[in-house]
Every structure is written in C-alpha cells, then in structure tokens.
DNA sequence: GTCTATATCCGGATAGAC
DNA sequence: GTCTATCCGGATATAGAC
C-alpha cells in the first residue's frame, strides 16, 4: 500500500505529454512541493517547471490555488481511506500501527517530507478556509482510526498502554507528526529513536521483532 | 518566567511612539505572526499596519527578512536560555517539566500559536539557510535540557519511563510540538487530552495533583 | 488542453527628504 | 529613525490564439 500512498512524481519528461492525465501529475508534483515546502511555500510556477508545462496549463486545471489546495487534501484523504481499508485486514493492532510508523519512514525517505496533517496545522492560519475545513476531515479520520486500533490492541493484548484510547491516540498522532518535523532540522536519527521509543512502550514483547526488523 | 517567554506586543498605540524601542516592538509583533502564520505568512506590510508604522522604518532595523527570521530565533533562544536558568531552580524534575507543559497551554491560548520549533520544523526547506542554522541550535537546546530533565527524574524517581532518556526526550518534544498543532486545527481539547496522558504517563502519583490544578 | 501574452497585485528592498 | 516615493521581481490569474 506503501506506493499508492506516496505517489510522486518522477522527473517528469516534458518532451511527450501526448493528451495524458496532466491532472494527476500536477497534484503529485504540487503534493511533494506542499509537503516539502508548506502551502505558502510552492507557486504555480514551481509545478510548471517540473512538469515543462506553463502557468496557464495549471490553472486550466485548478484555477485558482484554493482549489488545488482543496484538492489535494482531498485525495490524500481518499488515499488513506483506501490505506485504512487495506490496513484493517491485518489482524494483529500492532501489526497496523506499525503499518503506520512506516509511513513515517516513507516521509522521511522522500525528501524529507513532512505529514499533510503536521503542514496543515503549522500553517493552519495562513491557508484558504476551504483548506481548513478538509484539514478538519483529515485530522479527525486519523484520530479515528488511532482509536479504534488502540481499541483493538487492549482487547487483543497486542498493545501496551495505560489511560483511555482517545487521549492515547493523540499522543501517537502528535509524536509522529512532531518527530517527522523535527528529524527534518535536527536530523533523520531522530525519528528512528521517537520509532524505538514508541515501539518499546507499545509493543511490549514484539518490540524486540520490531527493532531487528529496522 | 512565562511572562518572558511569551511577549506579545499588545495593540501597540499607533499614536505616541516617542524614540521608543521600535525594533523590540517589531520582533514581538514578527514574533506572533510567524508562530501564527509561519515565515512565508507574514510580511513587512503586516508588521507595519498593526505597529502603524511605513514599510521602511522596518527595512531600517531589519534590513532584510532574513535578518529578522534569524534574530527571531536569536530572541527566541536567549529567552529560553534564561528560562532553563530559572526552572533549574525547581528541585524536582517532574515539576520542571510540568513547567514545559505549561508553555504549551501558553501558546495555545496566546492567539493559537505553534510553538517556533514546530513552526521551524515544518517550513524547513523554505527558509534561509542563516535560520536553518539558528533553527538546528534551538532544536538541540531544547533537546539537551529535556535529556538532563529526564535523567534527573529518573534519578529522583520523580518521572517514569521505560527506555533510554534520550530517546524518551525525543518522543516528549515531537508530542507537545505536534499536539499544538493538532489542537489549532481539531480543538483545543486535543492539547489537554495530550497532556493528560503524558501527565498519567510520567507523573505517576503526581500525576492526580496535575489534574487537580488542570 | 496547452500555448503566448498580459494584467494586476503584492512583497521585499532602496533612495533620498525630513 | 521615520517618512514618501519608487523599483523590481514574483505570484495569481485571465484573454485569446492554436
């Protein structure tokens, strides 16, 4: 599932670009510049650029920035309801939340990205209110999801933690989101030592099979 | 101390400005705006308006926007430097970091801000290399006390946790930055779920008291 | 669907008067 | 030390040809 949820674009070749889906290309190269740089960080121009289109190509797609903004909130959403989908099929709680670690990795790995929800938030008062509303959706899904897994992880004995699921969610949500933002400046060890440390809490026995693993 | 770490210029009277520290006004205005908005949200213009003063008083402390990023941070980093002398002062370490925690219930009511490592994290690669610097020395200052809070406690027996104090340091910082985030975006309640369960985590029979006080 | 060309605005920055 | 005036580049956005 790992490359359907990081889906960038690859130097794309400006030469032929016979009538395909530029859409999709924009929101993939726009994603990298949004999750590298911040929202306030990437202009049109950058995209055109990357792609060897123009200006104008882009806003015939999106035309005005708010929308693409929009939009690529929106498909990562629908990517992760995919992911979640996939995911659930997994039946160990801790196998899933270390699904999720490794999409923290992934970020990590390309270009030092961050996650969608810690851009979001950062930038949280200087994004379109359209933005923000998606941002809500976004937020509120992956909390969601941290909750039920944890959930399942008590009931299982798969997971270690003390207090109730919902407080518990957000710590995991906010220490991976944080962590991934601060191994970006202080360096990328720093997101293996917040993983060890979280899987030495969380995992209990299956933290050893964890740390051998990376 | 908190009155110190979190200065914010407060509806500065446009009217009298008589010879009066101008360029403090400025970086406190700068101050709240960048841990509202980020680096690539504000502008001289918006400094300006709200301390009703002209674009180039501003060029004239702060030639450039770079230079007003790094001696953002430069305050930022004295300010702190002078905290941890007067938190040092506490004896037990527990209450030191609860101390930490506090801030974080500052920011959050200080107009939502982030906190400026956050803020720092998350636009990383589109910033001025000068700040990227200033932004790795705050990042490892922060981390350095947090390590020797951490020790300290586990010294005292006044903090719990599992692990290796460096590791724990890590998980303690990307949480409370990335749960501020989170509670901008999902509500406030999102920062005190946190902090409950990092209290109940860390505190163990001091944790009650916390909550008392909370 | 993509191009060229252009409009408009904004943000950072400088010159020179006061 | 602050002002007015202005320059320049960049970013969003539109018009109209192909």
Redesign the interface.
């Known amino acids: 599932m790992l490359p359907a949820m990081l889906k960038s674009i690859t130097s794309a070749d400006a030469t032929r670009r016979r009538g395909r889906d530029t859409r999709e290309e924009i929101l993939s190269c726009a994603e990298a510049l949004w999750q ?3 929202y ?3 202009s049109y121009h950058h995209i055109a650029i990357q792609l060897g289109i123009r200006n104008a190509a882009i806003h015939y797609h999106f035309p005005s920035k708010e929308n693409l903004g929009v939009a690529l909130i929106q498909r990562y959403r629908a990517r992760f309801a995919e992911w979640f989908v996939e995911v659930r099929k997994i039946e160990l709680a801790w196998q899933r939340l270390h699904r999720y670690f490794d999409l923290y990795l992934d970020y990590l790995n390309a270009e ?1 990205r ?1 996650c969608p ?10 994004i379109p209110e359209e933005m ?1 509303a998606e ?2 959706l976004l ?2 899904e992956i ?1 969601d999801w941290l909750i039920e897994t944890l959930n399942l992880g008590r009931q299982q004995g798969s997971l270690k933690f ?2 109730n699921a ?3 969610a ?2 995991i ?10 191994a ?3 360096g990328a060890e ?1 997101l293996h ?2 993983l ?3 899987s ?2 969380l995992f209990g026995e299956n933290a050893a099979a964890v740390a051998q693993a990376a």
Chains 1, 2 share one sequence.
Do not use: P, T, W
């Open positions: 590298g740089r911040g306030n960080g990437f030092c961050v929800s810690g851009i979001l938030g950062a930038e949280f008062q200087a923000r941002a809500k937020m509120g909390y003390i207090g919902e407080d518990k957000v710590e949500g906010a220490s991976l989101q944080g962590g991934l933002q601060i970006r400046v202080a720093r030592q917040l060890a440390q979280m030495l809490e």
